[in-house]
Antibody
Framework: EVQLVDSGGGLVKPGGSLRLSCEAS????????MTWVRQAPGRGLEWVSS????????YYAESVEGRFTISRDNAKNSLFLQMNNLRAEDTAVYYC?????????????WGQGTLVTVSS | SSELTQDPAVSVALGQTVTITCRGD??????ASWYQQKPGQAPLLVLY???NRPSEIPDRFSGSTSGNTASLTITGAQAEDEADYYC???????????FGGGTKLTVL
């Protein structure tokens, strides 16, 4: 069974940093592209960042470019999102997710989400 | 433009057919996928590559595309289909993900 377990969320002050983690199991993590998607309270889904299996390139939404860094450790079946210089508008539930195919066309498995709250 | 536009809300009578649409120029190049999200839950993939369903999704869910519009149709809507539905595609480069704003489906 595919499982994605998100962790690392919490309360942080504006300008602060947080590192999210996602532990994957039940599939060959090293051959799948992965992504982070967030959802602000009462709002829709917003794509944040994606990374292919080899980490040869990373992709970011304009709203987080230069502040967030996606990475992965294929040996530990783990995905990460380093978030720096956080803003109030980054407050959201962050979902780790797996692309079904490596063309980023669809997401077939999602984590349970981890809540990030940016507030003074 | 890489934006995807959805109607904010749609309603359907129990057992009737409803279509949820997603509009965007990128849909002329890339297929849409669709997700169902119920309150307090993570999204669930219901359709991908226009009209492919994961094995656990009932066959009352179907999809199509015409021009710049992708559609999700539920034939014989059930009470448990009441949820938010989001479309997803890619931008013109094919590397960035785009979501529609979501449609809240109410089953009357």
């Amino acid at each position: 069974e595919v499982q994605l377990v998100d962790s690392g969320g919490g309360l942080v002050k504006p300008g602060g940093s947080l590192r999210l983690s996602c532990e994957a199991s039940g599939f060959s993590f090293r051959i799948y592209s992965m992504t982070w998607v967030r959802q602000a309270p009462g709002r829709g889904l917003e794509w944040v960042s994606s990374i292919p299996p080899s980490s040869n390139y990373m992709y970011y939404a304009e709203s987080v470019e230069g502040r967030f860094t996606i990475s992965r450790d294929n040996a530990k079946n783990s995905l990460f999102l380093q978030m720096n210089n956080l803003r109030a508008e980054d407050t959201a539930v962050y979902y780790c997710a797996r692309f079904g195919w490596n063309d980023f066309s669809h997401i077939d498995h999602w984590g349970q989400g981890t809540l990030v709250t940016v507030s003074s | 433009s890489s934006e995807l536009t959805q109607d904010p809300a749609v309603s359907v009578a129990l057992g009737q057919t409803v279509t949820i649409t997603c509009r965007g120029d990128t849909l002329r190049t890339y297929f849409a996928s669709w997700y169902q999200q119920k309150p307090g839950q993570a999204p669930l993939l219901v359709l991908y590559h226009q009209d492919n369903r994961p094995s656990e999704i009932p066959d009352r869910f179907s999809g199509s595309t015409s021009g710049n519009t992708a559609s999700l149709t539920i034939t014989g809507a059930q009470a448990e289909d009441e949820a938010d539905y989001y479309c997803h595609s890619r931008d013109s480069s094919g590397n960035l993900v785009v979501f529609g704003g979501g449609t809240k489906l109410t089953v009357l």
